[in-house]
């Protein structure tokens, strides 16, 4: 691959790079909704919104979703 990264152009280079960066960022994002279902139903609804309010006063990064129930 360093072979193949070495013969590229200094802009290809720079392509390859920052698609790999990007690869590491969408990697770095979290866990997928599939490996998070095995959490649906645990809080009640009043300790979910709870821990939303916290979430949303914390850092203000919350996703809004149907509920499943």
Same mark, same amino acid.
């Given at each position: ?8 152009? &200094?802009?290809?280079?720079? !392509?390859?790079? *920052? ?5 590491? #960022?969408? %990697? ?10 095995? &959490?649906?139903?645990?809080? !009640?609804?009043? *300790? ?5 309010? #916290?979430? %949303? ?13």
């Amino acid at each position: 691959m360093i072979e193949d990264l070495n013969s590229l152009s &200094f802009d290809s280079q720079k !392509k390859v790079q *920052e698609f790999a960066h990007a690869l590491l #960022i969408t %990697q770095s994002r979290g866990k997928s909704g599939k490996e998070m279902i095995r &959490f649906v139903g645990i809080l !009640k609804d009043d *300790e979910a919104m709870e821990l939303k309010q #916290i979430i %949303q006063d914390g850092c203000e990064k919350v996703d809004e979703i149907n509920s499943i129930h």
